[in-house]
Nanobody, 118 residues
Framework: QVQLVESGGGLVQPGGSLRLSCAAS????????MSWYRQAPGKERELVAA????????NYGDSVKGRFTISRDNAKNTVSLQMNSLTPEDTAVYYC???????????WGQGTLVTVSS
């Protein structure tokens, strides 16, 4: 069973940091690029960061460049998102995603809520 399980969300004050993790199972993790998306209340889901299967390429949304870092550990089947200098505008549900590849469909995690508030 293909599964993505996010963790690490919570309440943090502006200027603080959080680290999100996504644990993957049921597929060959190292073959797939992975990404983080987020969806704030009343807004469309947006790409936060993406990482190639061997970490050779990383891309970030404009709003998080310089503050967020995506990484992965193929030995542990995890992808992480280190978030620094958080602002209230970063408040959202954060999702981990595996794209469609090799005739397999895309897969989303259930999401983890990040709330930035004083």
């Amino acid at each position: 069973q293909v599964q993505l399980v996010e963790s690490g969300g919570g309440l943090v004050q502006p200027g603080g940091s959080l680290r999100l993790s996504c644990a993957a199972s049921g597929f060959t993790f190292s073959m797939y690029p992975m990404s983080w998306y987020r969806q704030a209340p009343g807004k469309e889901r947006e790409l936060v960061a993406a990482i190639a299967n061997l970490s050779q390429v990383r891309n970030y949304g404009d709003s998080v460049k310089g503050r967020f870092t995506i990484s992965r550990d193929n030995a542990k089947n995890t992808v992480s998102l280190q978030m620094n200098s958080l602002t209230p505008e970063d408040t959202a549900v954060y999702y981990c995603k595996r794209p469609a590849r090799y005739n397999n469909p895309e897969v989303w995690g259930q999401g983890t809520l990040v709330t930035v508030s004083s």
